[in-house]
């Protein structure tokens, strides 16, 4: 194995080892004017892909963002989709998907009940992260505002995974409302380098 050895001024070495590789391969330097940390148009592509580094672990790779913004409502105790939804294709099976939701305009409508909201990955149920948003034993309505959640997902994949939000009237016998009066919920999927 071939190495190049750059002595420091006053002590130290950094030594650059060149793997044993079939045929031969350049790396071309930029021009003494350039930055190489910052300037690599001209390095092989082989050394921009890949593996993360050690090192690396914990660095956001992309970031998807979506928002939803019409009201939904339900009578039933049995979950149904808000609308609010993102999908994201991970790009190591080892990342993590750091997920956030901010589910507004929630309303109590007459008679004994609440909204409740869940967090799902597909069709997997991954939390419920509100359980009877404004219930008042009251028939008065209730305009709640707004709950939200923040979710550390690893879905240990690299094919597309689709995150969203479901609701429910707890009570199952009054009008329960998301995005109630138009109001725009939002949710960000951030893949975490693993």
Same mark, same amino acid.
């Given at each position: /194995?071939?190495? =190049?050895k750059?002595?420091?001024?006053t @002590? %130290?070495?950094?030594?650059? #080892?060149?793997?044993?590789v079939?045929?031969?391969?350049?790396?071309?330097?930029?021009?003494?004017?350039?930055? =190489?940390?910052?300037?690599?148009?001209?390095?092989?592509a082989?050394?921009l892909?890949?593996?993360?580094?050690a090192?690396m672990?914990g660095?956001?790779l992309?970031?998807?963002?979506?928002?939803?913004?019409? @009201?939904? +409502?339900?009578?039933s105790?049995?979950?149904?989709?808000?609308?609010?939804t993102?999908?994201?294709?991970?790009?190591?099976?080892?990342?993590? =998907?750091?997920?956030?939701?901010?589910? +507004? %305009?929630?309303?109590?409508?007459?008679?004994?009940?609440?909204?409740?909201?869940?967090?799902?990955?597909?069709?997997? #149920?991954?939390?419920?992260?509100e359980? @009877?948003?404004?219930?008042?034993?009251?028939t008065?309505?209730?305009?709640v505002?707004?709950?939200?959640?923040?979710y550390?997902?690893?879905p240990?994949?690299? @094919?597309?995974?689709?995150?969203?939000?479901q609701?429910?009237?707890?009570?199952?016998?009054?009008?329960?409302?998301?995005n109630?009066?138009?109001?725009?919920?939002?949710i +960000?999927l /951030?893949e975490?380098?693993?």
């Amino acid at each position: /194995m071939a190495s =190049i050895k750059l002595r420091g001024d006053t @002590s %130290g070495e950094l030594v650059i #080892e060149a793997p044993a590789v079939a045929g031969t391969n350049t790396l071309t330097l930029p021009a003494d004017t350039a930055n =190489i940390l910052t300037d690599n148009s001209s390095l092989p592509a082989a050394n921009l892909t890949g593996s993360l580094p050690a090192g690396m672990g914990g660095k956001v790779l992309q970031v998807v963002n979506a928002t939803y913004g019409t @009201s939904t +409502t339900s009578t039933s105790s049995t979950y149904a989709d808000t609308g609010l939804t993102a999908t994201i294709t991970p790009s190591s099976a080892s990342s993590k =998907i750091l997920v956030t939701v901010h589910q +507004t %305009g929630l309303i109590k409508t007459t008679n004994y009940t609440g909204v409740n909201l869940k967090l799902f990955r597909d069709a997997t #149920e991954l939390l419920q992260f509100e359980d @009877s948003a404004g219930q008042q034993y009251t028939t008065a309505w209730n305009f709640v505002g707004g709950s939200g959640t923040t979710y550390l997902d690893s879905p240990a994949t690299t @094919s597309a995974v689709t995150y969203k939000t479901q609701f429910a009237s707890n009570g199952n016998n009054a009008t329960a409302y998301v995005n109630g009066f138009s109001a725009t919920s939002t949710i +960000t999927l /951030m893949e975490i380098a693993g």
